[in-house]
């Protein structure tokens, strides 16, 4: 246990402490933390490295373990980088909505993958995922799940995040973080409300998404949303919601890449779209400093949502498309 937990501390170098830059923008103040600097390329570096390294510190995780996890990308590449470093046989359930690219990746990484295809009863994957997971840990002797969803240690990881954005504001008014497992917001707004309370942290969603009570539909963009109420969110602390449709994270991506040169996933552009207009809405847009996290680079994204086949196919199965930004109080 000593020896893997020593191999694991020296990996917490290349996590955190990630870059943040000022957007242009005339109207409101934006900057970003880049978080798709972590050590496998995304802020879901933060919620693996805790959830294994609290895992191993309980002695549920051994030499002789199996990690499983469900995963629509981002914490199964962390988690499969993190098993990979200490030799752990790791086996991460995906859908079909997970890039080529990240499951050729998996794939070499990963002692199995196993990839569900049906839908669940919300039009999504992830509780067919949860279920197999379910199944592969009562049939694998010695079997952990790095239950994202669940685990509040997934949470607990984003809390050098929270010290790294109290440390860089004397003034914040907002911080925008699209939701999943929501181990971010959760995280974040934990940490960083027990010290600055005035800041507003706003959760950003996808339309058919049920975390925060929307209608379920069926869902086409991986990395933002979920079919079920991740428990850990009872621990976040959040002031407002902004919810988005599918065809407007697309153009919030778009819009990142064209004005600021950032090339990012879904909940980067959802965040970007939500932010810019989020203060004008309000009529705070001249005074309020926003910070945005971003997750994710858009190299996972290139089959989708920066694929432009792709992206008429999707409009002409969410037909009409819903092109207005709401804002659910």
């Known amino acids: 246990m000593k020896k893997m937990l020593k191999e694991l501390e020296k990996l917490a170098a290349y996590i955190g402490n990630t870059p943040l830059i000022e957007l242009k ?18 802020s879901k570096d933060r919620a693996a490295y805790s959830i294994i390294y609290n895992g191993i510190k309980a002695g549920r995780i051994t030499e002789d373990t199996t990690i499983i996890a469900s995963s629509s990308g981002n914490l199964a590449i962390g988690v499969a980088s993190i ?15 997970i890039n080529s690219a990240y499951e050729s990746l998996l794939n070499l990484m990963s002692h199995k993958v196993i990839k569900v295809t049906e839908r669940d009863h919300t039009g999504g994957y992830l509780l067919t995922r949860v279920n197999v997971v379910n199944e592969l840990h009562a ?4 079997s952990f799940v790095a239950d994202q969803y669940g685990d509040p240690n997934n949470y607990k990881g984003y809390s050098g995040l929270g010290q790294e954005i109290i440390d860089s504001f004397d003034n914040l008014d907002y911080i925008f973080v699209a939701v999943s497992s929501s181990g971010a917001i959760t995280g974040i707004s934990d940490y960083v409300k027990k010290q600055r309370p ?20 069926k869902r086409y963009i991986s990395g933002i949303g979920a079919s079920q109420v991740p428990l850990i969110i009872k621990n976040a602390i959040i002031d407002d919601v902004v919810i988005l449709s599918q065809m407007n994270i697309i153009r919030g991506c778009f819009e990142l890449l064209d004005e600021q040169a950032i090339f990012a996933g879904a909940s980067s552009g959802a965040v970007y779209l939500a932010a810019k207009n989020y203060a004008l ?3 705070t847009a001249s005074k309020a400093t ?10 996972s994204y290139l089959d989708t949502i920066y694929n432009q086949e792709w992206g008429a196919r999707l409009a ?7 092109n207005n930004l709401e804002i659910a109080k």
């Open 25 to 42: 923008n005339d109207d409101i103040k934006l900057f970003a933390k880049l978080e798709y600097n972590n050590f496998s390329g995304s």
């Open 83 to 97: 098993c990979k470093r200490l030799k752990l046989k790791f086996f991460p359930v995906i859908d079909p909505n």
């Open 139 to 142: 049939r694998i002797p010695n």
């Open 198 to 217: 005035e800041i507003k942290i706003i959760g950003v969603d996808v339309e058919g998404s049920v975390i925060f009570n929307s209608k379920s539909v």
């Open 281 to 283: 809405l309000n009529g």
């Open 290 to 299: 926003s910070l945005l996290i971003f997750p994710d680079k858009g190299h």
């Open 316 to 322: 002409m199965e969410l037909a009409p498309p819903s």
